[in-house]
Structures are given as C-alpha cells and as structure tokens.
C-alpha cells in the first residue's frame, strides 16, 4: 500500500532498461531466466543444467539453484534493493527465484538466512525476509526462521578465514528440526558460500536430511 502512494511520487524505473513503472520489466526479466546460471555456487566451475552443485564440492548443503552471476541488470536490481530500499523490488527478485528453481516437494521448509539488526533498522525491513515469504506465498511452501543472528556483522571485505570465523560466531540454530522434510536455506548473494554452508551444516547437525540452498545471485570469482 505505501509502495503503491510511493511510487506515484516517485515511479519505479526497470533496473535493466529504464521503462518507467516496475523495478524489473517482463522483457528484462525475460532476459535473465533465459540465461540461465550453469555453474556451480560453492566453487564456480561449470555444472551444466539441472542445479548449482558440482560433484566435486562438498559444502554442507545436497543440491543449489541460484538466479545468476552478479552482473549486468541482476547485479543493479540486487543493489537497488539492498542499497537504495527499493522495496517493490523483493516481488521482482521472488520471482525470479520462482522461474529459476525447479519444483520442489510440497513439504518443503524455506529458511531465510537472518538479516543483521542494524540492517533491518537502516532499511525499516528486513529485506530477506520479504523476498523469501514472497516466494513461499508463490509457491505456497511453509516459511521458518529456524537460524538466528547475534549482533555482530560479518564483514564482506574481510578474507575467506576470517569470514569464517565470524559467520560460526553469528548464526545459531533457535528451533526443532524436522528430520523427515527438506529444508531450503535462501540467500541473497552468496560471496565467498561462508555463510550458507555454515548455515547447512548447523542444519545438518541438528538432524536434517536434506539441505538445499537457493541464491539470487552469485559474486564473480576475480
Ligand atoms: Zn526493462
Ligand atoms: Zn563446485
């Protein structure tokens, strides 16, 4: 309701092509899901259709989708949601994620992976979150905020040992685990694979048996 008074004040422009009324337009979108990401999320090698996981890698979590490398038109549409608040544009990332994963069992549980409280303050929501209900309402899946975070932020600039470090000092598991469904851990970018492969395997340790991760986009290795 507020995003609709808003954008009469100040209309959404398509973060690929600039057409004046949605954060995404049919044809850009169009454009990002017909090209769709063919490698593999924890190491970036290439893993041809029909997932994000190599068989190689060993991340914690059994299988991964993700939308596409953080680039072009996907890399703007990220940023204007995480950095400029546009907050139309969780609707355009869930679906998104709806035309790149495939179907999945009916008892499936989403886990969003939790946000910082200072995040949530500076944006007055908590951005994951809206994506990830939207996209359970989508799909109509079950979503559980079965992770949660302590205070500190995990730094994206700092190395991969670091990261590391920081990621087991921040999230928890604060909920019973069903060990007979799948659980489905979604991030926004996944950069170093830190924190969702941590995330899997605080899962794993509290009895799932399947874990599944699902990233709007993917850091390029440079
Ligand atoms: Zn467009
Ligand atoms: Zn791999």
């Known amino acids: 309701m507020l995003d609709t008074i808003l954008s009469f004040v100040a209309p959404h422009l398509c973060s690929g092509c600039g057409e004046i009324g949605t954060p995404l337009c049919d ?3 169009y454009n990002i899901t017909q090209d769709p990401f063919l490698s593999c999320l924890s190491c970036g090698k290439p893993t041809g259709a ?3 996981l190599c068989l190689s890698c060993r991340p914690g979590y059994n299988k991964a989708w993700c939308v596409g490398e953080r680039s072009g038109v996907l890399q703007r549409l990220v940023g204007n949601y995480k950095f400029q608040n546009m907050h139309a544009v969780h609707r355009s990332l869930s679906s998104l994620l709806d035309e790149s ?4 069992p009916p008892e499936t549980i989403i ?11 500076e944006r ?20 559980q905020q079965v992770v949660g975070r302590r205070g500190a932020t995990v730094q994206h600039h700092a190395n991969r040992q670091k ?7 921040t999230f928890f598991v604060n909920h019973p685990i069903d060990v007979t469904v799948p659980y489905l851990i ?15 395997k605080l899962l794993r340790q509290a009895g799932a048996k399947q874990v599944w991760v699902a990233a ?6 440079d």
């Not at 951005?127 to 979503?143: G, I, N, P, S």
């Not at 990261?163 to 000092?169: D, F, G, M």
């Not at 979604?186 to 899997?200: K, R």
């Open 216 to 221: 709007i986009a993917r850091q390029p290795i």
């Open 101 to 104: 994963l495939p179907n999945l």
């Open 111 to 121: 886990v969003p992976i939790p946000t910082s409280a200072s995040h949530i303050r």
């Open 124 to 143: 007055g929501y908590d951005h994951m979150l809206l994506v990830v209900r939207h996209f359970a309402r989508l799909r109509q899946l079950e979503v």
């Open 186 to 200: 979604i991030d926004d970018v996944v950069t170093t694979g830190a924190t969702v492969g941590y995330v899997s």
């Open 27 to 29: 044809n850009c979108k």
């Open 50 to 52: 029909g997932g994000n």
């Open 163 to 169: 990261r590391l470090a920081q990621v087991k000092q």
